[in-house]
């Protein structure tokens, strides 16, 4: 199961120059373009259709970017001007859907990058959901509460306009929790004068939200290594593992992890990462990160089991499987080196493209399990979905029946990713299984719907 580099079929060669061409100042929107065509050939030799009625040209081109200004007023009475962004990538099979981000890395390269891939993995879910991303170079670190809701107000004040149940369905995602989607779905519902509860998903379980949804991404990226090592006749019982972050993916990768019988060690923010030999105690990491709203060397203070390591990421720590559950490209080659030399036996992407391209070829050819993000993290916009249809038909399902339909979910997504895989002669790589079968899916959609 390796992805060893192939040459790629003269018409995959011609759409990645002219992605190029086009977009040459934007590195991890080209790394995801790239990810994904060298690995649906085999789904083009077997549809060479797809090639003919140029579903790859149209693919890489999103069907609509937005970028706007957001003006606010900061706490001291000063201007302040940031740039927002909505990318409305393909709604070939459903309303636009994905999360909004705010953090002063975002650009038009990272949120085309994201939205590209939801395309994909939004496909993978099965459910009836197009893919989209957006957000802001907008940092809520250090902001007071009030500064954030302006903030909040400024970026609906145009975005509106965009969104709607059957139109474009936003999330959150780094940056964007409880509290930014309750002054964002507020200011919408304020300028349309409707309650429209499907527009937003992620909302407060107590006006409109879906029981589950928060803790969706990290328990469905747990489950899904509990798949991966289910087919291998192993699980994650008595399993020591590594998340990275601190934020919503990795707070419940780590719950989820100690419900399975593991032992989360690690956690992490951008200033370096805590290692628990105990295990990571939830309490206080939950206090130190959202109640506190505090850096991750406060959760080693408060625990004489942990230590807290400066500037470097948790690879480094002995561990059998790890779930970088932070931001993209914080897995890189000597990090996957790092973890084979210590005998990881499975990497899943709670996070978006967390793992570098030669990283994901270092931990395949090693024979480590890798799920990648579109396959591993793809519970949190399949329980965003679950969110739709229950207001839609203005129900209310249990945390319990929640938690359970999550789980078939995330064994339906396994075991997509797993037979294409297979079919396409690639077996055990989940890469190229979760590419292809998202990809099938999409392109067969828009030849079914025309050049539109
Ligand atoms: P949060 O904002 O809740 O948490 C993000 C965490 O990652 C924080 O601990 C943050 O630390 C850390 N982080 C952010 N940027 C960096 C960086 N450059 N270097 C090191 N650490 C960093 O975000 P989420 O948990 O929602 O999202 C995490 C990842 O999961 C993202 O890639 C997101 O796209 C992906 N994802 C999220 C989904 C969701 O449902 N929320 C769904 C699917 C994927 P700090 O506080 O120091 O910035």
Redesign the pocket.
């Known amino acids: 199961m390796t992805t060893s580099p192939r040459a790629l079929p003269a018409p995959v060669q011609s759409v990645l120059d002219t992605v190029h061409a086009r977009n040459p100042h934007e590195p991890e929107f080209l790394q995801a373009v790239h990810e994904v065509l060298e690995s649906i050939a085999p789904v083009l030799e077997t549809h060479p259709r797809f090639v003919e009625d140029g579903i790859l040209e149209r693919l890489v081109e999103p069907e609509r970017q937005i970028v706007f200004r957001v003006p606010w007023v900061d706490d001291t009475g000063r201007l302040q001007v940031n740039r927002g962004f909505r990318v409305q990538f393909s709604s070939v099979l459903g309303p636009y859907k994905g999360?909004l981000?705010f953090?002063s890395?975002v650009n038009l390269s990272i949120i085309k990058f994201?939205g590209f891939e939801q395309v994909f993995k939004n496909a993978l879910t099965g459910q009836g959901i197009g893919g989209a991303k957006g957000g802001s170079d907008f940092d809520p670190?250090g902001r007071s509460d009030a500064e954030v809701m302006r903030f909040c107000q400024s970026f609906m004040n145009e975005l509106y306009r965009h969104l709607g149940e059957h139109t474009d369905v936003p999330?959150?995602?780094?940056?964007v929790?409880a509290r930014e989607i309750g002054y964002l779905f507020g200011q919408y519902r304020k300028i349309t004068n409707r309650h429209e509860s499907g527009m937003f998903t992620?909302k407060g379980v107590q006006w409109g939200g879906a029981e589950v949804r928060t803790e969706?991404?990290g328990y469905g990226a747990v489950f899904f290594v509990q798949e991966m090592l289910g087919v291998q006749g192993d699980s994650l019982d008595g399993k020591r593992v590594a998340v990275?972050?601190?934020?919503?993916?990795?707070v419940y990768a780590i719950a989820k992890a100690w419900q399975m019988g593991a032992t989360p060690v690690t956690a992490?923010?951008?200033?370096g990462y805590v290692v628990d030999d105990a295990g990571i105690d939830l309490e206080v990491l939950r206090q130190v990160?959202e109640v506190e709203r505090g850096?991750i060397h406060d959760y080693a203070a408060r625990r004489p089991s942990a230590r807290f390591v400066e500037g470097a990421r948790p690879w480094e720590v002995p561990v059998d499987v790890a779930i970088p559950?932070?931001?993209?490209n914080?897995l890189d080659q000597a990090d996957a080196l790092a973890l084979v030399g210590n005998g990881v036996r499975a990497v899943a992407e709670?996070?978006?493209m967390?793992t570098t391209p030669d990283a994901v070829h270092a931990l395949q050819q090693a024979g480590v399990l890798f799920g990648p993000?579109k396959a591993a993290?793809a519970g949190?916009?399949a329980t965003s979905a679950l969110e739709m249809s229950q207001n839609a038909s203005r129900q209310r399902w249990s945390f319990g029946d929640s938690e359970a339909k999550l789980r078939a979910i995330m064994g339906g997504v396994h075991d997509a990713a797993f037979t294409s895989a297979e079919r396409y002669g690639r077996p055990g790589d989940y890469v190229v299984g979760a590419n292809c079968a998202g990809f099938e899916r999409v392109a067969h959609a828009m030849q079914a719907q025309g050049v539109i």
Do not use: F, M, W, Y
């Open positions: 999360g981000r953090h890395s994201l670190h999330a959150g995602d780094i940056g929790g992620g969706a991404t990275s972050g601190s934020g919503n993916v990795a992490s923010d951008s200033s990160k850096r559950s932070a931001t993209q914080e709670g996070a978006n967390p993000g993290n949190g916009v």
